[in-house]
């Protein structure tokens, strides 16, 4: 997937250096010093600056409030010998504040937050030039720029590389600013317009690069680099890129010109322009090399860069031996490759039988790519499959897969009578993953890929069964396996009706254990329903369909079976509309939006936002408040609370946000930590899962606002609010939040 960059002030957080290990214990000891001194009521802040390049520096560190009505303030500074020096300065706390370094002869780059407490200085040059807009009344008054300079001498020094970004006042089609001496990677952009490239200009101190007339044009961008362990690979002018409509692209009116398509550099780079806002798939190929695809989203007027490169190889063979050759059933096995796209994705890119013989091959796969095999009998049940991914090396790549066989007997029961049901031994869709259908006797027999424990999944038609247990298969002296699968006779039974009282013709009916977890759903046809087989204890029940759904109803199913009848009424469902905008006001596409309080059956969902950047939500009937997890790439991840109205709602995304660092006691059922903003909470591990981040206490690039953290707790079916903790968090800052366990007060 892409990484969305739409203004140049993600390029120095994303590339910014840290000093060397030469250095860090400078740095340490300066920081340990700040930490360790005592607090005044004029707190004051420790800027380190790194020179790159020798000599003696002599300038100032300038701050400016980010609110632009204060003035600045100057602290001078002299750097002799030293390649990093610090330097103190007085900053009022109740603004957010800027710094640049003013240095002759010298560059620092680009204004940057205060908080990240250091800025680099380098020997500078001139960059001049003349931009052109066609087209544009009103063309942009200023150029960013984003470079990489490698030092101009004899034996080079990486610790005088920069990376960094810096800005260019256009004035009647001139441009002029500053950037480092030496040997320079870079580009140019003005917000909402295709980015211009060049790479390797050398310049030395003081002097003026001038690289005449550059012509920008409005548009979406992409842009990333291919490169190859051969040497005969990306070849320039003949390794092409384009982009083709993936299954979700936006349609494209038949007046529209066709999707971009290139060839890559020399350095294997290349940049795909004015490309239609969507999600679409990019391809890149190579005569001789195996394809490369993966999907890509591509916002509105945003240049969007490829976090890793693409990585062409020769193709690959794949020969797989199977053994035994055939299937329980005398049937040739299924052998499906799934290849990992990143993002947690996969993708089936072959399936198909294997001979008689137990041979299967597939040519074309990719020497680094990242495969998974599952073998699936012919009737396609989930058998086998890979625990990790694989690369395959060398063509052709052998693969010889042993597929255990065992016989399995049993019975299945309900209240001591026998059941006709299907049980899925394993999950359903999941690997392993094997159904095996009890008679009208209750009697099961089939195969299995293992005896042992197996968490199994009973469903049954008439009586409505669907109960998640664990069975234990064991090996009898006959040396088949044998189950009992023996489902207690207690059951929930209702109606689900209209507002008016009729039954409801055809409904979805959800059930949920708070104890242990489990859910399911089910149809119910004719409104009246009951659920056999399920074990005594406290279960939620709810029902929807179309655009109807019930309230949640708590109900206990006692030791004897008994519960009281539950009666679901549905009622027309609420709706949100949403339009998810960057701060400019441009629709964002294709951007992940989570809905995590008040949906049908409560369960978490997610949706995309569409081509003009909408998203709808339904939410329960008794819901006037929607909470939203939204994570629009490159943008703050936000948390929001919206009222549920039939107004479509704009909602914003901030371009820069703010680390948040979480202090809690270990989670457990009856207590739990929740990290609310604007009215909703949820939990820090699902905040992790959404974002998909490995890390439940740390969670950079949150958007900017007031966080509360609390620690809850469960008693007698009843959450009691503990202790909580508050804090604001600003654009590149960080907020620390920490509670102790509840003590329990409503």
Same mark, same amino acid.
């Given at each position: ?40 009521? *004029? ?343 890979? *625990? ?306 490995? *890390? ?51």
């Amino acid at each position: 997937m892409a990484e969305f960059r739409e203004t140049p002030s993600n390029f120095t957080k994303a590339h910014g250096r840290l000093p060397v290990a030469s250095h860090r214990l400078l740095l340490f000891s300066l920081l340990f010093a700040l930490l360790s001194a005592p607090l005044s009521a *004029d707190p004051k802040e420790i800027v380190i600056v790194r020179k790159l390049g020798a000599g003696p520096s002599a300038g100032a560190v300038v701050a400016r409030p980010t609110d632009g009505l204060s003035t600045p303030i100057r602290q001078e500074f002299n750097c002799t010998t030293e390649r990093i020096c610090s330097v103190e300065i007085d900053l009022p706390s109740d603004k957010s504040w800027q710094m640049m370094a003013e240095v002759p002869a010298h560059g620092s780059g680009a204004w940057v937050p205060v908080e990240k407490g250091s800025l680099e200085i380098w020997p500078s040059a001139a960059l001049k030039g003349e931009a052109v807009f066609p087209g544009e009344t009103r063309p942009p008054d200023e150029l960013w720029v984003r470079f990489h300079a490698e030092a101009r001498r004899g034996k080079r020094d990486a610790r005088d590389d920069v990376d960094g970004e810096t800005s260019c006042l256009v004035r009647d089609s001139q441009f002029g600013c500053v950037i480092p001496a030496g040997v320079v990677d870079f580009s140019l952009r003005a917000h909402g317009y295709v980015s211009v490239y060049r790479w390797r200009q050398e310049t030395g101190p003081g002097a003026i690069l001038e690289i005449g007339r550059i012509e920008l044009r409005r548009g979406a961008s992409l842009v990333g680099q291919v490169i190859s362990t051969s040497r005969d690979a990306p070849k320039a002018g003949l390794c092409r890129v384009r982009l083709q409509p993936a299954g979700n692209s936006p349609k494209l009116p038949p007046t529209a010109s066709p999707l971009p398509e290139t060839t890559v550099d020399g350095r294997g780079f290349f940049q795909l322009e004015v490309i239609p806002p969507g999600q679409w798939d990019l391809l890149v190929e190579q005569e001789g090399f195996a394809a490369s695809r993966q999907a890509v989203v591509i916002l509105e007027r945003a240049e969007a860069r490829l976090k890793s490169p693409v990585v062409l190889s020769r193709p690959v063979r794949l020969d797989v031996t199977l053994s035994p050759p055939q299937d329980p059933a005398g049937a040739p096995w299924r052998v499906s490759v799934l290849e990992e796209k990143g993002e947690a994705r996969t993708e089936v890119v072959s399936e198909s039988s294997a001979t008689p013989g137990g041979q299967w091959f597939r040519e074309g796969l990719r020497a680094n790519g990242k495969y998974r095999l599952h073998v699936l009998t012919g009737s396609g049940q989930h058998w086998w499959g890979d *625990d990790e991914p694989f690369s395959p090396e060398g063509s052709p790549y052998q693969r010889s897969i042993v597929l255990d066989i065992e016989t399995v007997e049993g019975t299945m029961t309900l209240g001591g009578r026998p059941l006709h049901a299907r049980v899925v031994f394993g999950r359903e869709h999941n690997v392993p993953s094997i159904s095996i259908e009890s008679d009208q006797e209750g009697n099961l027999a089939g195969f299995l890929p293992r005896l042992g424990t197996w968490t199994v999944e009973v469903i049954g038609e008439s009586p409505a069964v669907r109960r998640r247990l664990e069975v234990e298969v064991r090996r009898k002296p006959n040396g088949k396996g044998n189950v009992a699968i023996a489902l207690a006779a207690k059951a929930i039974q209702g109606d689900i009706v209209s507002e008016d009282g009729s039954p409801i013709k055809r409904a979805i009916l959800y059930v949920s254990n708070p104890a242990s977890g489990e859910k399911s759903s089910q149809w119910i046809d004719g409104g009246r329903f009951q659920l056999e087989g399920l074990e005594p204890g406290d279960y939620v029940v709810s029902a929807a369909g179309g655009r109807l759904a019930s309230s949640d109803v708590k109900v206990a199913l006692s030791s004897d079976g008994y519960s009281d009848p539950v009666r679901l009424v549905m009622k027309k469902l609420g709706r949100v509309k949403i339009r998810v905008e960057s701060p400019t006001g441009a629709g964002l596409i294709g951007v992940p939006v989570n809905i995590f309080a008040g949906s049908p059956g409560q369960f978490a969902f997610v949706k995309y936002t569409d081509a003009d950047g909408r998203v709808a939500f339904d939410t329960a009937p008794t819901s006037d408040y929607a909470c939203l997890l939204v994570l629009a790439p490159g943008y703050a991840t936000r948390i929001a609370g919206l009222p549920v109205t039939a107004e479509e709602q704009p909602l914003q995304v901030a371009q820069a946000g703010g680390s948040i660092a979480l202090d809690y006691p270990p989670p457990s059922p009856s207590a739990y930590p929740m990290l609310g903003q604007g009215g909703c909470s949820l939990m820090p591990a699902m905040l992790a899962a959404f974002t998909r981040s490995t *890390d439940k206490s740390l969670f950079p690039n949150m958007a900017p606002g007031d966080y509360t953290l609390c620690s809850w707790s469960q008693v007698n079916g009843a959450d009691l609010q503990g202790p909580c903790t508050s804090g604001s968090l600003s654009p590149y800052g960080s907020l620390k939040l920490g509670v102790e366990p509840s003590r329990g007060r409503k």
